[in-house]
C-alpha cells in the first residue's frame, strides 16, 4: 500500500543539481509546487476558449453535408468528446503530481531520447492545426479591412494564387499570436480567462438575432437526416465519432503541458470535465441552430461565420463579429497549437532551444506546411487530415496509459527523467517497446487509409494497404488499443510495475 505522501503532488529536491543536465531547460524542469496557482476555473475557461472556435462551428457543419440530422450530428460530437476526455484525464493526472510537461512525461516510457518520437509526432499535427487556424484567422481579418477600406482593399493584385492583402492579412493574425506565447504562460492563462465568456456571449446574442428572424426555434433544428438511423448511417457514424475523437486527440497526449500548473488534482479534472464535452455541445448546438437559420433567412445554410458575418451591412456589427472569431481563433490556437509544440520542440534540444524559440519554429512551420492548400477540399480537410493523425496520436496515448496507469501505478522517478544512464535511459536512450507498439498501433490504424472514389484527396480509393481498410473506419480507436495492448506485452515482462520515488514529495491541499 502506498503512503498517502505519496500520492500527492511531487517537486524535485534540488533542482539546481539538473542545471547542467543536458536534458533540462528551465522550462522542461518541474514546477515548483508553489507556482501551481492554476484553479478549477481556469481550466474551465481554457476549455470553454479553445472549444469556441471557427473549426469546431464547422465541425457541425461537416456532419450535416454528410447526410446527418442536427440531432444525429450533436450527438456524434457530444459523445466523441465524452470518449477523447478518458485519455486525457488519465494524462494530465502526470502533469499536476509530477509538474512536467508531455515531452517529459513521455520519457518514462519512451526513454529520454526516444520520447522525441513520441513529442514530433504529436507537435508537427499541431503545427498543421495552428496553420489552418492562422490561415482562417486571417481571412477574418481580410473581411474586415474590406469592411473599411473598400475597393482599395478587396481590389487588391494577386500575388502567388492569393491577393496580396490577404497575405498581409494571415501575417498581421500570425505577429499576434506569437506576441502572446511570447509573453509566457500566465498570458495564455489571463487571455482564456477573459476570452471564453466574451466569445460566448457575442455567439449568444447571435443566435438570440437568428432565432427572432427566423421566428422561433423549431425550424432551426428540423432538418431531416438523409441517413436514417440504421445500416445508411453506421458507416457515416464511425469515420465521424473518429473524426470528432480525433479533434481534440492532440490534447489527450498533451495536457500535461497545463495541468502541471494545476493546484490540485480535483481542480484540473473536474475543470476539463465541466469545460470540454458540454462545452463543445452546446456551441455545436448554437452553430447547427444559427446554420439551419441563415436558410430560412437569406434562403441558403451558411456554414462559415466569417461569411455570416459579412453578410452584415453596419461596419460596426461586422468588425465585432470577427473580432470575436478571431479572439476565439487565438484562444485556442496558441493554447493548443502553439504552447504545446514550444515544450516539444525545446526537448530536443533543451540547451538550445527555449520555450518561446520552440513556439517560433511552431509558427514557422505551420505556414510551411501551406494552409490554405488543407482547406481547399473540405474531405481531406475533416476526414483524412483529423482520421490520419488521429489513428497515429491514438497509438501514442495507448503507450503513456498503459505505461503510468497499470505499470508504473503512476509512480515516477522525477530526477531521473532528465538523467543519462537513469531509470528511463533503457537502450540508449530510447525503448523499443514503445517504438514498436507506436508503429505497429499506427499502421494498423491508417494502413488502410482511402480516399472515396471520386473525391480529391491523397490517398488510393482502395486504401494505402487494402486489407487494412475496413479498419480505417476505427482508426482512433484500432491505434489507441493496439498501442496499449501491445506495449503491455512488449514491456511488462521486463519492467517493474512501479518503484518510489527517490524525491521528497508534499501534499497540496484538498488533494
Same mark, same amino acid.
Given at each position: 500500500?502506498?503512503?498517502?505522501?505519496?500520492?500527492?503532488?511531487?517537486?524535485?529536491?534540488?533542482?539546481?543539481?539538473?542545471?547542467?543536465?543536458?536534458?533540462?531547460?528551465?522550462?522542461?524542469?518541474?514546477?515548483?509546487?508553489?507556482?501551481?496557482?492554476?484553479?478549477?476555473?481556469?481550466?474551465?475557461?481554457? @476549455?470553454?476558449?479553445?472549444?469556441?472556435?471557427?473549426?469546431?462551428?464547422?465541425?457541425?457543419?461537416?456532419?450535416?453535408?454528410?447526410?446527418?440530422?442536427?440531432?444525429? &450530428?450533436?450527438?456524434?460530437? &457530444?459523445?466523441?468528446?465524452?470518449?477523447?476526455?478518458?485519455?486525457?484525464?488519465?494524462?494530465?493526472?502526470?502533469?499536476?503530481?509530477?509538474?512536467?510537461?508531455?515531452?517529459?512525461?513521455?520519457?518514462?516510457?519512451?526513454?529520454?531520447?526516444?520520447?522525441?518520437?513520441?513529442?514530433?509526432?504529436?507537435?508537427?499535427?499541431?503545427?498543421?492545426?495552428?496553420?489552418?487556424?492562422?490561415?482562417?484567422?486571417?481571412?477574418?481579418?481580410?473581411?474586415?479591412?474590406?469592411?473599411?477600406?473598400?475597393?482599395?482593399?478587396?481590389?487588391?493584385?494577386?500575388?502567388?494564387?492569393?491577393?496580396?492583402?490577404? @497575405?498581409?492579412?494571415?501575417?498581421?493574425?500570425?505577429?499576434?499570436?506569437?506576441?502572446?506565447?511570447?509573453?509566457?504562460?500566465?498570458?495564455?492563462?489571463?487571455?482564456?480567462?477573459?476570452?471564453?465568456? !466574451?466569445?460566448?456571449?457575442?455567439?449568444?446574442?447571435?443566435?438570440? *438575432?437568428?432565432?427572432?428572424?427566423?421566428?422561433?426555434?423549431?425550424?432551426?433544428?428540423?432538418?431531416?437526416?438523409?441517413?436514417?438511423?440504421?445500416?445508411? /448511417?453506421?458507416?457515416? !457514424?464511425?469515420?465521424?465519432?473518429?473524426?470528432?475523437?480525433?479533434?481534440?486527440?492532440?490534447?489527450?497526449?498533451?495536457?500535461?503541458?497545463?495541468?502541471?500548473?494545476?493546484?490540485?488534482?480535483?481542480?484540473?479534472?473536474?475543470?476539463?470535465?465541466?469545460?470540454?464535452?458540454?462545452?463543445?455541445? !452546446? /456551441?455545436?448546438?448554437?452553430?447547427?441552430?444559427?446554420?439551419?437559420?441563415?436558410?430560412?433567412?437569406?434562403?441558403?445554410?451558411?456554414?462559415?461565420?466569417?461569411?455570416?458575418?459579412?453578410?452584415?451591412?453596419?461596419?460596426?456589427?461586422?468588425?465585432?463579429?470577427?473580432?470575436?472569431?478571431?479572439?476565439?481563433?487565438?484562444?485556442?490556437?496558441?493554447?493548443?497549437?502553439?504552447?504545446?509544440?514550444?515544450?516539444? /520542440?525545446?526537448?530536443?534540444?533543451?540547451?538550445?532551444?527555449?520555450?518561446?524559440?520552440?513556439?517560433?519554429?511552431?509558427?514557422?512551420?505551420?505556414?510551411?506546411?501551406?494552409?490554405?492548400?488543407?482547406?481547399?477540399?473540405?474531405?481531406?480537410?475533416?476526414?483524412?487530415?483529423?482520421?490520419?493523425?488521429?489513428?497515429?496520436?491514438?497509438?501514442?496515448?495507448?503507450?503513456?496509459?498503459?505505461?503510468?496507469?497499470?505499470?508504473?501505478?503512476?509512480?515516477?522517478?522525477?530526477?531521473?527523467?532528465?538523467?543519462?544512464?537513469?531509470?528511463? *535511459?533503457?537502450?540508449?536512450?530510447?525503448? @523499443?517497446?514503445?517504438?514498436?507498439?507506436?508503429?505497429?498501433?499506427?499502421?494498423?490504424?491508417?494502413?488502410?487509409?482511402?480516399?472515396?472514389?471520386?473525391?480529391?484527396?491523397?490517398?488510393?480509393?482502395?486504401?494505402?494497404?487494402?486489407?487494412?481498410?475496413?479498419?480505417?473506419?476505427?482508426?482512433?480507436?484500432?491505434? !489507441?488499443?493496439?498501442?496499449?495492448?501491445?506495449?503491455?506485452?512488449?514491456?511488462?515482462?521486463?519492467?517493474?510495475?512501479?518503484?518510489?520515488?527517490?524525491?521528497?514529495?508534499?501534499?497540496?491541499?484538498?488533494?
Amino acid at each position: 500500500m502506498a503512503s498517502p505522501a505519496l500520492e500527492g503532488p511531487v517537486e524535485l529536491a534540488d533542482p539546481a543539481a539538473l542545471a547542467d543536465s543536458p536534458y533540462a531547460n528551465a522550462e522542461l524542469l518541474p514546477v515548483p509546487i508553489a507556482k501551481r496557482t492554476w484553479s478549477l476555473y481556469n481550466y474551465t475557461a481554457l @476549455w470553454i476558449g479553445m472549444s469556441h472556435n471557427l473549426v469546431t462551428y464547422t465541425l457541425a457543419a461537416s456532419l450535416i453535408t454528410v447526410g446527418m440530422s442536427p440531432a444525429q &450530428a450533436l450527438v456524434t460530437i &457530444a459523445l466523441g468528446n465524452l470518449v477523447v476526455l478518458v485519455p486525457m484525464l488519465l494524462n494530465s493526472h502526470a502533469g499536476t503530481k509530477y509538474g512536467i510537461p508531455f515531452p517529459v512525461f513521455a520519457r518514462a516510457f519512451y526513454g529520454v531520447r526516444g520520447a522525441n518520437f513520441a513529442a514530433l509526432l504529436r507537435a508537427i499535427v499541431a503545427c498543421g492545426w495552428f496553420g489552418i487556424q492562422t490561415w482562417i484567422g486571417g481571412e477574418g481579418i481580410n473581411v474586415i479591412a474590406g469592411k473599411l477600406f473598400g475597393s482599395w482593399w478587396t481590389g487588391a493584385s494577386v500575388v502567388g494564387g492569393q491577393q496580396w492583402t490577404l @497575405w498581409l492579412a494571415f501575417a498581421i493574425f500570425w505577429i499576434i499570436q506569437m506576441a502572446v506565447i511570447w509573453r509566457g504562460m500566465d498570458a495564455v492563462r489571463r487571455f482564456e480567462n477573459w476570452a471564453a465568456p !466574451f466569445v460566448l456571449v457575442v455567439f449568444l446574442a447571435v443566435l438570440g *438575432w437568428v432565432i427572432h428572424r427566423a421566428h422561433g426555434v423549431g425550424a432551426l433544428l428540423s432538418q431531416p437526416s438523409a441517413l436514417g438511423w440504421g445500416n445508411h /448511417f453506421l458507416p457515416v !457514424f464511425w469515420p465521424s465519432l473518429m473524426a470528432m475523437i480525433a479533434f481534440w486527440a492532440t490534447l489527450s497526449l498533451n495536457m500535461p503541458d497545463f495541468t502541471r500548473f494545476s493546484r490540485s488534482q480535483r481542480g484540473q479534472a473536474l475543470g476539463q470535465a465541466l469545460g470540454l464535452p458540454t462545452t463543445m455541445a !452546446f /456551441f455545436s448546438l448554437i452553430a447547427v441552430m444559427i446554420t439551419s437559420g441563415t436558410a430560412i433567412i437569406y434562403g441558403k445554410a451558411i456554414w462559415d461565420p466569417t461569411q455570416l458575418a459579412a453578410k452584415f451591412s453596419n461596419p460596426f456589427v461586422v468588425t465585432l463579429g470577427i473580432v470575436t472569431l478571431l479572439v476565439a481563433t487565438v484562444s485556442v490556437n496558441v493554447a493548443a497549437n502553439v504552447v504545446s509544440p514550444s515544450y516539444d /520542440f525545446s526537448n530536443l534540444a533543451p540547451r538550445l532551444i527555449s520555450r518561446r524559440v520552440g513556439g517560433l519554429i511552431a509558427g514557422v512551420i505551420g505556414v510551411v506546411i501551406m494552409p490554405w492548400r488543407l482547406l481547399s477540399n473540405p474531405h481531406v480537410y475533416i476526414y483524412d487530415w483529423l482520421n490520419f493523425y488521429g489513428g497515429v496520436l491514438g497509438a501514442v496515448a495507448g503507450v503513456l496509459i498503459a505505461g503510468y496507469w497499470i505499470l508504473k501505478r503512476t509512480r515516477l522517478d522525477l530526477a531521473d527523467l532528465y538523467r543519462k544512464g537513469g531509470a528511463y *535511459w533503457y537502450a540508449g536512450g530510447w525503448s @523499443w517497446q514503445a517504438v514498436v507498439a507506436t508503429v505497429v498501433g499506427a499502421v494498423l490504424a491508417v494502413g488502410g487509409a482511402s480516399t472515396p472514389a471520386g473525391t480529391a484527396g491523397p490517398f488510393p480509393a482502395a486504401g494505402l494497404i487494402p486489407f487494412l481498410k475496413p479498419l480505417y473506419s476505427y482508426s482512433w480507436a484500432v491505434g !489507441f488499443g493496439t498501442g496499449l495492448v501491445l506495449y503491455l506485452l512488449l514491456a511488462a515482462p521486463g519492467r517493474a510495475a512501479a518503484s518510489t520515488p527517490a524525491e521528497p514529495v508534499a501534499v497540496a491541499a484538498g488533494e
